[in-house]
């Protein structure tokens, strides 16, 4: 049975070779038929999401741009190049996501209002990225993971939607608290290696604590093959943490759409409570 809380789907349009093993390689025709797939998954259930798509990607696909618009789905910005925003720093960043948004306007015909970091690489240490996406008119970010490990994340950062004194809301990606512990769940690997009775249980949790959940995932994610077809190298632990489940993943998201109701980011965000917050500070008090 499906649920009356709606969940916000959001998928993070990019090519993995590019994104993962080098920023300077080309974006290939596979991305392209790995969103279509996508795009098919989520017209045979009836499902809309938001789309961060990478500015490289739209400049090299603006047919699948539009494609994406034309469903219906909403279009947000990924970047331009996929590189941590804490790694190129503030002015890079801003002529990033400046040429990213106008590129997006321009292939979609929507105005961009929400972002997702490359990795969600917006952390204690780039902070700085927040005023800068709401000083480009943005409304909302979704790139804070409240859990933290060695690649992303703020340990301690609220879990809830909230709103930011520049304005700017944030839309943190699911965890549950479970055993005196944070833990992440419903998206990207999370999805692949949990089984499906797991990401079922959290999302459930979620909506007892009366929040959506935010779901995630790269089209990339549906594509087994990929790892083992492409013809650069690709270390054994990136392949282990990268490919592995990959063939359930289609199956576990047709699941997922099922049994709980998705809508894109904007539509979530209009029934949903904002907490105001007074500071901008988000990781928890030092002790």
Do not use: C
Request: net charge neutral; no cysteine; glycine share 6%.
């Amino acid at each position: 049975m499906v649920d009356s809380h709606l969940h916000a789907l959001t998928i993070d349009v990019e090519d993995w070779p590019q994104s993962t093993l080098d920023f300077s390689l080309p974006i290939t025709e596979r991305a392209a038929r790995n969103t279509r797939l996508l795009l098919d998954i989520l017209r045979k259930h009836k499902v809309r999401a938001t789309f961060f798509v990478l500015g490289l990607f739209a400049e090299r696909l603006p047919d699948v741009v539009a494609e994406i618009a034309a469903d219906g789905h909403e279009i947000g910005s990924h970047g331009y190049s996929h590189k941590p925003v804490f790694g190129i720093g503030p002015e890079a960043f801003a002529d990033e996501l400046s040429r990213s948004v106008a590129l997006l306007e321009e292939i979609s015909g929507q105005r961009i209002a929400g972002y997702r970091a490359p990795d969600f690489s917006i952390t204690n240490e780039s902070l700085w990225a927040l005023n800068i996406i709401a000083n480009q008119g943005l409304r909302y970010d979704s790139s804070i993971f409240p859990y933290r490990n060695s690649r992303y994340g703020i340990s301690g950062a609220p879990r809830r939607v909230y709103r930011l004194p520049n304005g700017l809301v944030e839309l943190p990606l699911s965890t549950i608290q479970w055993a005196g512990r944070t833990w992440p769940v419903a998206g990207g690997g999370y999805l692949r290696l949990y089984p499906y009775f797991v990401t079922r249980w959290a999302m459930r949790r979620i909506e007892a604590e009366g929040a959506p959940a935010v779901v995630y995932l790269h089209p990339y994610e549906l594509d087994p093959a990929e790892l083992d077809e492409i013809e650069r190298p690709v270390p054994a632990r990136l392949r282990l943490t990268q490919g592995l489940n990959r063939r359930r993943t289609r199956a576990k998201l047709e699941r997922l759409l099922q049994d709980f109701r998705f809508g894109p980011v904007a539509e979530v965000l209009n029934g949903v409570h904002v907490e105001q917050r007074t500071e901008q500070t988000l990781s928890a008090p030092a002790v």
